[in-house]
């Protein structure tokens, strides 16, 4: 659990958490965890967002098995020829990779799978449509931070989307766009690594520094 309810503090400290034990975790928490994800913005107040929530061992295993067919053919080549991204280090990089790795395997394990999906009806999906989805998944990733939970919010299995969608059983229509492995963590939460605000922030023009960042 984070040492306070301060939102700042549990946004800062929601790691993604790959690593994870299989125990069982009780349906209240992940009641939750779900109530904080309908509790986010969606465009014109729709709420399109549709919740699969998997305990099913076999169902996972089917899938796991395309993320990681991902992994091998285009996650794991491009962590090897990458460099570390801002506010990392060759080190730090490295153990990201060796914890990918790790979910990779494990995958199915993880006791609860919160499929995040859109039900687009007749619709086509668009580049905006992730806005109402998106959101409610970060609501849960902090939920789940502050009930002491792990989480990540991987889409690796969207390259398999067809097949993945189709283990899932998804209608006609609605379609997955993140899946949240949620479980107890086996490592600690602690700050998140990230480069300096200077780097990614422009006041007016694009390319000019805001003023008084570090």
């Known amino acids: 659990m984070p040492e306070s309810n301060d939102v700042f503090e549990i946004m800062r400290t929601t790691r993604a958490m790959r690593r994870l034990k299989p125990d069982p975790v009780p349906d209240e928490l992940i009641h939750k965890i779900l109530e904080a994800g309908i509790c986010a913005a969606s465009g014109g107040n ?73 039900d687009h009806g007749q619709d086509t999906p668009t580049r905006s449509s992730g806005a109402s989805i998106y959101p409610a998944v970060q609501n849960m990733l902090l939920a789940a931070r502050a009930l002491g939970l792990g989480a990540t919010l991987t889409s690796r299995h969207l390259q398999f989307e067809a097949e993945v969608e189709a283990i899932l059983g998804l209608p006609t229509g609605v379609h997955s766009y993140a899946i949240l492995p949620i479980g107890y963590p086996l490592g600690n939460f602690g700050p998140v690594g990230r480069g300096e605000l200077s780097e990614f922030v422009y006041l007016d023009r694009w390319g000019a520094g805001y003023p008084g960042l570090a």
């Open 46 to 118: 729709r709420q399109p967002w549709r919740f699969l929530v998997l305990k099913d061992q076999e169902i996972k295993k089917k899938v796991q098995a395309y993320y990681k067919r991902a992994f091998d053919e285009v996650v794991g080549p491009r962590y090897l020829s990458s460099a570390p991204p801002p506010g990392s280090s060759t080190g730090r990089y490295r153990r990201q990779h060796s914890a990918v790795e790790y979910l990779t395997d494990h995958f199915h394990e993880a006791p609860i799978w919160i499929v995040a999906c859109l």
